[in-house]
């Protein structure tokens, strides 16, 4: 045991104070690369976070021909953590009485209006406006999202858009992908005419004739037809 334990023990450390001596010398000089490189230049990556997301966002828009990121001025919306904005009630988002009222106001008459539509589609055609529901749930919907759909109206009509889900939803003419998306109407992600909650509205009005393709930008599977005669 003795003869065996005092022979290999000599050689043994010094091999591996070598290594160790070797391996300290050749991370400390590293480290003072690394720091001389740091000294001279300073750093030059990206900046993570906002750099980087925000040329993701926008590569990625051009990508799927979406438009440019809006600016959310509305302090209510940007208090509101970005998961929770589809649930804004028209009460918290009122950020003045007036729209709330009107929003009120509105919803009213369009649930009252879309279970007329359809019992006297003709009738409506009248008015010079043809309303249309977003049904609720229509977020797992495809061509039915969009109630009626396709919508029949004249050159010179108007649609009014109903949200009549609980979630957040937009109307954009174009179909996805397209260049022209959005480019003859969008109740868009922000401002006014977003569709942001239950009982808010958005209204175009068709001048020529023609097909008019649109669909939802939060959930691209809801697709819907305007037919202008
Ligand atoms: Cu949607």
Redesign the pocket.
């Known amino acids: 045991m003795s003869k065996e334990g005092d022979l290999p023990k000599l050689p043994v450390r010094k091999l591996k104070i070598g290594t160790i001596s070797i391996s300290l010398i050749v991370m400390g000089l590293s480290l003072l690369g690394i720091y001389i490189l740091w000294a001279s230049f300073g750093y030059i990556g990206p900046s993570f976070s906002s750099d980087v997301l925000n040329l993701q966002q926008s590569t990625l828009r051009a990508e799927y021909h979406l438009p440019e990121e809006p600016v959310i001025t509305d302090p209510t919306i940007l208090q509101t953590p970005p998961s929770l904005r589809p649930f804004l009630t028209d009460n918290a988002t009122s950020s003045s009485n007036a729209t709330s009222s009107s929003n009120a106001t509105s919803s009213s008459n369009a649930t009252s209006s879309s279970n007329a539509t359809s019992s006297s589609n003709a009738a409506q055609q009248n008015a010079g406006e043809v309303h249309v529901s977003i049904v609720p749930n229509?977020?797992t919907l495809t061509d039915d999202a969009f109630s009626p759909n396709p919508v029949e109206v004249t050159v010179g009509q108007s649609v009014i858009w109903t949200n009549d889900d609980t979630v957040f939803?937009?109307v954009t003419s174009g179909t996805v992908g397209a260049d022209d998306v959005g480019q003859l109407f969008d109740s868009g992600l922000t401002g006014p005419t977003a569709l942001t909650s239950q009982g808010k509205t958005f209204e175009h009005k068709f001048e020529t004739e023609g097909e008019f393709p649109y669909f939802?930008m939060?959930?691209p599977n809801?697709v819907g037809t305007v037919s202008v005669s």
């Open positions: 229509s977020s939803h937009t939802c939060l959930h809801m």
